[in-house]
């Protein structure tokens, strides 16, 4: 995105007394300042997009837990119970 200046030998143009008094309100200005600074930050159960990316981090941890499991204990069969051989 390109920017446009524009350079003109008499400088920046002066404001005007109906801008200057806009701004002389510096509670309001404060106000306005840090609402568009700061963000509103919503906890991440009341965001619905981060609510299911949370979800769904969950489930897929579940899931890998829950198969490592299988893969670690080893099924026993009914022949290697310690069945005498005759």
């Excluded at 008499?10 to 002389?24: C, N, Q, V």
């Excluded at 963000?39 to 979800?55: H, N, T």
């Amino acid at each position: 995105m390109k920017r446009r200046y524009r350079i003109t030998p008499e400088g920046p143009p002066k404001p005007t007394d109906a801008e200057i008094a806009r701004y002389r309100d510096t509670g309001r200005l404060m106000y306005h300042y840090t609402k568009a600074v700061r963000r509103p930050r919503k906890p991440l159960y009341r965001d619905p997009k981060a609510f299911v990316l949370l979800l769904f981090i969950v489930l897929i941890a579940y899931l890998i837990s829950e198969e490592r499991q299988k893969q670690a204990a080893p099924t026993v069969t009914p022949t290697q119970q310690g069945t005498p051989d005759r």
